[in-house]
């Protein structure tokens, strides 16, 4: 019987995806079990996003995490992935202070964590201009325009941009400029559905949208808002798949009755001697126990 090898996600697949009109579906992840299993569903492109540091680490936002975080994680990931392109999204200052250090953290995710390319948030020049270098040094680049976390000390709080005009003429260039530049795809977050639909017919490259309405040419959700694990947060563009922490507490409560009520572990969860040799060697250990105690 022959095995079909599952295809690998490359960027001009996407590409392709974008021009067939097919939608690319994105999710994050970070861990191996669940990179795993999101893998398995066929999903094209897991984005090892900094929103562990909230979903999974319990920062109360997305700027304390580090570089070695992020490559640990993506790490995991990329041990688990065998079809979906891996990106990995560089932390809050590891590509703010120089070029180079951009450069060369955004190299270590590609060296070391094996991801296949890095995402950026913003558009600034010094961006614009990192995201030149990082192209130069053969590292694909994610955009990512409309609500950036990292920003979330210039914003005061996660709300929807780009609702006036000004607001809405500074995404759109920044998404052109973004496109300019070379990004391989365009993550649009928390934005109208109208601007998002205008980006997304005026710029080549793919846009992902979260928050930013039906008319993207891909969608990514963080993996624990669509499980339902992370029950204190729920914008209105997430849809619970699951209601994961519900499910996931049931379970747990039923192993804490188990265990306290002698339920479990049980017979069928033992092992045994074999059964030939069980009562010889329970009367050999006693004999011994008996022998070692009285010296
Ligand atoms: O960190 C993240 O998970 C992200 C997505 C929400 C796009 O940046």
Redesign the pocket.
């Given at each position: 019987m022959t095995k079909t090898i599952p295809k690998k996600i490359t960027i001009p697949s996407l590409w392709r995806k974008k021009e067939n009109q097919e939608k690319i579906v994105?999710l994050?992840a970070y861990d191996y079990p669940t990179a795993r299993i999101i893998d398995q569903a066929e999903v094209d492109i897991i984005?090892?996003?900094?929103?562990?540091g909230m979903?999974v680490l319990g920062y109360e936002d997305?700027l304390p995490v580090t570089m070695e975080e992020m490559l640990h994680h993506t790490k995991a990931v990329t041990r688990a992935v065998k079809q979906a392109l891996v990106v990995a999204?560089m932390p809050y200052l590891s590509y703010h202070l120089s070029p180079q250090e951009g450069v060369a953290n955004a190299a270590r995710f590609i060296k070391e964590a094996r991801a296949d390319a890095v995402?950026i948030?913003g558009a600034s020049p010094a961006r614009l201009h990192l995201i030149s270098l990082l192209l130069e040094a053969e590292i694909p680049v994610m955009g990512?325009v409309g609500l950036t976390?990292q920003s979330i000390r210039h914003f005061g709080e996660y709300r929807v941009q780009g609702k006036n005009l000004t607001q809405a003429k500074n995404i759109l260039q920044a998404a052109l400029e973004l496109e300019k530049a070379g990004v391989f795809a365009l993550?649009l977050?928390s934005i109208p559905r109208e601007l998002a639909q205008i980006i997304t017919q005026k710029v080549a490259v793919p846009t992902?949208g979260?928050g930013a309405g039906p008319d993207c040419d891909g969608q990514?959700?963080?993996l624990h808002d669509l499980l339902g694990l992370s029950p204190d947060i729920s914008p209105k563009f997430v849809k619970k798949y699951l209601e994961g922490h519900h499910l996931f507490r049931q379970a747990i409560e039923q192993y804490v009755q188990d265990v306290r009520t002698a339920r479990f572990p049980d017979e069928e969860h033992s092992y045994h001697f074999n059964s030939h040799a069980s009562s010889e060697f329970i009367k050999e250990l006693k004999l011994w126990l008996k022998e070692k105690e009285a010296k």
């Open positions: 994105v994050t984005l090892v996003g900094d929103s562990l979903v997305t999204d995402k948030e990512h976390p993550v977050e992902i979260i990514v959700l963080v």
